[in-house]
T-cell receptor
Framework: TQLLEQSPQFLSIQEGENLTVYCNSS?????LQWYRQEPGEGPVLLVT?????EVKKLKRLTFQFGDARKDSSLHITAAQPGDTGLYLC?????????????FGKGTLLTVNP | EAGVTQFPSHSVIEKGQTVTLRCDPI?????LYWYRRVMGKEIKFLLH????????ESGMPNNRFLAERTGGTYSTLKVQPAELEDSGVYFC?????????FGQGTRLTVV
C-alpha cells in the first residue's frame, strides 16, 4: 500500500509569514501532485512534479520533489489570506493510470489577516 | 467551457435507502474517476471509466455500490442499500490526457 503522510495537519499563521508543508512516503512515486481545495469545492491541481530533485515555482509557491521521489514539500512565501485552504498531495498508484491516485489527508492552512 | 458537474451537492438519506449520485464530466473527456472522502480519512479512489468501460474498479468498497457510464458521457454511482459508513464526500474527476479536473463533490449523509 502506498501511503502519503502530510504534515502538519493544521497550520494557522499571520499574513506575510512564510510556511512549508510536507508530504512523505516510504514508497517511490513516479510523480506527485499538489492540490488546493476550498470549502464546498473539489481539489484543484496546482502542480505536478516528476523528476527527483525537481523544483517548480508558481508565483509565491515553491514545490520540491525529493531526490528519491519519496517526498515533496510546498513552501509559501509571504502568505496571504487567499492562500487559505486544504493542501493535498497525491501520487499515482504503481502500475495504475495517471489519475488513479492515492492522496494524503492534507494540511489545512489558515492565513489570518 | 463547463467544468465537471456533480448532482446533488448534498444528500441526506436514511440507512437502507437508495441514493444515486451523478457526474457530468467535461465534454470530450474519455476518462472518468470516482473518489470518496470519509470523515477523518484521505480521499480514496473508487473506480475509473474509459468511455463506457470500467477500466479499474478495485477501489469499490462492496457490492452495494454500482457505477455506470452508459454511452460514455455522464456517470452515476448508486448506493443500495446505504449504510451509515457510506457517509462522506464523493468526488468525480475527468481527464483526457495529462490534466484531470475534479467536480465539487456530493456530500452524502446516511442517518
Amino acid at each position: 500500500t502506498q501511503l502519503l503522510e502530510q504534515s502538519p495537519q493544521f497550520l494557522s499563521i499571520q499574513e506575510g509569514e512564510n510556511l512549508t508543508v510536507y508530504c512523505n512516503s516510504s514508497s517511490v512515486f513516479s510523480s506527485l501532485q499538489w492540490y488546493r481545495q476550498e470549502p464546498g469545492e473539489g481539489p484543484v491541481l496546482l502542480v505536478t512534479v516528476v523528476t527527483g530533485g525537481e523544483v517548480k515555482k508558481l508565483k509565491r509557491l515553491t514545490f520540491q520533489f525529493g531526490d528519491a521521489r519519496k517526498d515533496s514539500s510546498l513552501h509559501i512565501t509571504a502568505a496571504q489570506p487567499g492562500d487559505t485552504g486544504l493542501y493535498l498531495c497525491a501520487g499515482p498508484y504503481s502500475g495504475g493510470s495517471n489519475y488513479k491516485l492515492t492522496f494524503g489527508k492534507g494540511t489545512l492552512l489558515t492565513v489570518n489577516p | 467551457e463547463a467544468g465537471v458537474t456533480q448532482f446533488p451537492s448534498h444528500s441526506v438519506i436514511e440507512k437502507g435507502q437508495t441514493v444515486t449520485l451523478r457526474c457530468d464530466p467535461i465534454s470530450g473527456h474519455d476518462n472518468l474517476y470516482w473518489y470518496r472522502r470519509v470523515m477523518g480519512k484521505e480521499i480514496k479512489f473508487l473506480l475509473h471509466f474509459v468511455k463506457e468501460s470500467k477500466q479499474d474498479e478495485s477501489g469499490m468498497p462492496n457490492n452495494r455500490f454500482l457505477a455506470e457510464r452508459t454511452g460514455g458521457t455522464y456517470s452515476t454511482l448508486k448506493v443500495q442499500p446505504a449504510e451509515l459508513e457510506d457517509s462522506g464526500v464523493y468526488f468525480c474527476a475527468s481527464s483526457q490526457d495529462a490534466l484531470a479536473f475534479f467536480g465539487q463533490g456530493t456530500r452524502l449523509t446516511v442517518v
